[in-house]
């Protein structure tokens, strides 16, 4: 009798508590597809029952942990966290093209430093996520107003006590959690975090991510450096980078002594160097040094979730980012093995300039995990309000020539790391900065708009060799200038209207992942273009090489490798491309749920290439090398 009791008010009193966690589930779903939409482009209805797995995994603990009177106002919030973290996660990938992890959390007080970027990325129909929660405060508005008997009966519905219905949404629970916890099993093993997240659902790949997270912890609390740097070159001697390995390298210590500046581009990719747009140069500057320099044509980006501060990360220690989070974030609070404290028992004083904050990307744990002796952000410029960021090249590079002349007192050499900003996303140059004109065609695209940022770099870069000639120290000084990442979001550039404007074929994964490497030393003027394909790792040992640093000597663990000494090279990449994804002389190769599935490019030529088995073996080597750099990077010592 007490059950029927209990069953009858399920019926008649808990009407509207009942529709209200069955409207949470459709409400919660619904926002889910959407959610697949933009990432996916489209919706798979047979992973639906993984999304579902886990809507009913959390709405059911809401449902069971809530006490009746407060449950609508719980349904609430968790609807509005619920719908934030959708809609964050479609903007992110929108920018960023890879599914965040909970992780990208750790990065979530960089957003209003990019608020200009973040903004520009936002769609109008990334809105969807909220537009019942503007329904809902609608309606709850009306009915305080009205205040009824019914309204407040209605939100308190059965008591949770009845043992009928807690046991209904225990099982239910108890059926949501087998199934996530079954999607989560067979996905995890997937390398392609894309392929993963789509068989997974969003919200199990969150969990997916905390349980790789934690086991990867737990190796990496094993490891010892030493030994896991003997793992890294033991496995390095497998692969045949050079034909006839031995000797003394070529180049080695032709620049030994000089003064290092090093300059990270903002998203600064490759095809613009030597492009003419209605007989103007883009790149005037970096054309005539290209054609004086070390050029590599074939160099590719291969950041993580720190997006610049990773590329900074990287040319300083030739370590591939974990791609789990900014490295700057996770390990700056390690010793890290570095090229300023290679180049400090050499005599150099080394620092690093940026316009904008120091904390912006945790630079300033960064910089000191790293060893800089001196760093330069926002306070030591005069803001002349190029952008959002402040400063401008022009301005970042007179500080930075003054500075470096006083931190080195004259008499010993410097390192001067410079990261520049005047071309950073949505690309606004002043128009008193303008300083090429742009055919009609590309008059307001995002195109024209990166065209003219990067032209405006060039020339800045520009003042900053006269700056050095004025001072005396460009025949002294050795100038290193790369990209930090690609600045062309593929939703917004057709490649062919790229092809159609440029004249050139644009590739959405090769052409947009190319940046430049140029590398001038004193005195050379012939020029020598470097076909080899490389990486931002392979940055370090190539300019160690030319000052005469040797890593045997050092006993320096570095996972790149000097381009001007290997015949052959193959280099992992992650977070852009899902790992696994790599690059040789030949090809870009992405994996699907393996490598039997995977695709490939010709990086020279652009077109597809269907026989896979050649490379089988540089996609197991490179996997290989990348779990071992992350092992190493997470067994460093903390500071």
Do not use: C
């Amino acid at each position: 009798m007490q059950q029927r009791k209990e069953l009858l008010s399920l019926n008649r009193g808990g009407k509207s508590r009942i529709p209200l966690y069955y409207i949470a589930i459709v409400l919660f779903l619904a926002k889910m597809l959407l959610l697949r939409h933009f990432l996916f482009h489209s919706i798979d209805y047979s992973r639906i029952v993984a999304d579902i797995g886990a809507i009913l995994v959390l709405l059911s603990a809401v449902e069971l942990v809530t006490p009746a009177k407060l449950r609508a106002a719980v349904y609430g919030i968790v609807n509005v966290i619920y719908s934030f973290a959708l809609f964050s996660s479609a903007v992110y990938f929108e920018h960023f093209g890879t599914v965040p992890t909970y992780t990208a959390l750790y990065e979530l007080h960089q957003v209003t430093k990019i608020q200009s970027s973040v903004e520009s990325t936002i769609q109008v129909g990334h809105y969807l996520f909220f537009a019942d929660v503007v329904v809902g405060i609608i309606i709850a508005a009306i009915m305080l107003l009205i205040r009824s008997r019914r309204s407040r009966d209605g939100f308190a519905g059965v008591p949770r006590t009845a043992p009928m219905y807690r046991v209904v949404i225990t099982v239910v629970f108890i059926l949501g959690f087998a199934i996530s916890a079954r999607v989560i099993q067979v996905g995890m093993p997937i390398e392609n975090e894309l392929v993963e997240a789509e068989q997974e659902g969003f919200l199990n790949y969150q969990v997916a991510a905390a349980i790789k997270a934690a086991k990867d912890n737990g190796v990496a609390a094993e490891g010892d450096p030493v030994e896991l740097a003997k793992e890294a070159s033991d496995l390095q001697a497998t692969y045949p980078y050079q034909d006839s390995p031995g000797g003394v390298p070529a180049y080695f210590g032709s620049a030994k002594g000089k003064n290092l500046i090093v300059i990270q581009m903002e998203a600064f990719q490759n095809f613009p160097i030597h492009l003419k747009l209605g007989g103007q140069e883009i790149t005037p500057v970096l054309n005539k040094l290209a054609d004086e320099s070390y050029y590599f044509p074939h160099i590719y980006q291969q950041i993580g979730q720190g997006n610049t501060s990773d590329a900074e990360f990287m040319s300083n220690t030739s370590i591939y980012p974990t791609a789990k989070m900014a490295m700057s974030t996770g390990y700056g609070d390690r010793d890290i093995p570095s090229l300023p404290k290679l180049l400090e028992k050499n005599g150099y004083v080394a620092s690093t300039f940026h316009v904008n904050d120091v904390t912006f990307w945790d630079r300033n744990k960064l910089y000191a995990a790293l060893g800089f002796d001196h760093y330069f952000d926002k306070p030591n410029f005069k803001n002349d309000h190029f952008n959002s960021f402040g400063a401008s090249d022009e301005e970042l590079y007179r500080v930075g020539v003054e500075k470096l002349q006083e931190v080195s007192g004259g008499t010993k050499p410097f390192y001067g790391q410079f990261v520049t900003v005047s071309s950073h996303f949505p690309f606004e140059v002043p128009k008193d900065r303008m300083r090429m004109e742009l055919p009609a065609e590309l008059e307001g695209t995002q195109l024209g708009n990166y065209l003219l940022g990067i032209n405006y770099t060039d020339y800045a870069i520009g003042t900053l060799i006269d700056r050095l000639k004025a001072a005396g120290q460009w025949d002294n000084t050795v100038l290193v200038l790369y990209g930090d990442h690609f600045g062309l979001q593929p939703n917004d550039n057709d490649p062919a209207f790229i092809k159609k404007t440029l004249g050139i074929k644009y590739d959405p994964q090769v052409s947009r992942f190319n940046i430049p490497l140029i590398i001038h030393t004193p005195g050379e003027t012939k020029g020598n273009v470097v076909e080899r394909v490389g990486g931002q790792l392979d940055i370090m040992p190539t300019v160690a090489n030319l000052l005469g640093i040797s890593f045997a000597d050092e006993r320096f663990t570095a996972f790149g490798r000097d381009l001007l000494n290997i015949d052959r090279n193959v280099l992992g990449t992650r977070y852009y491309l899902p790992t696994g994804s790599f690059y040789n002389d030949d090809i870009l190769f992405v994996p699907g749920k393996g490598f039997e599935d995977g695709t490939a490019i010709n990086i020279r030529t652009l077109e597809p290439v269907t026989d896979l088995t050649p490379y089988r073996k540089d996609y197991d080597y490179i996997m290989k090398l990348m779990d071992v750099s992350d092992r190493y990077v997470k067994s460093l010592p903390k500071r």
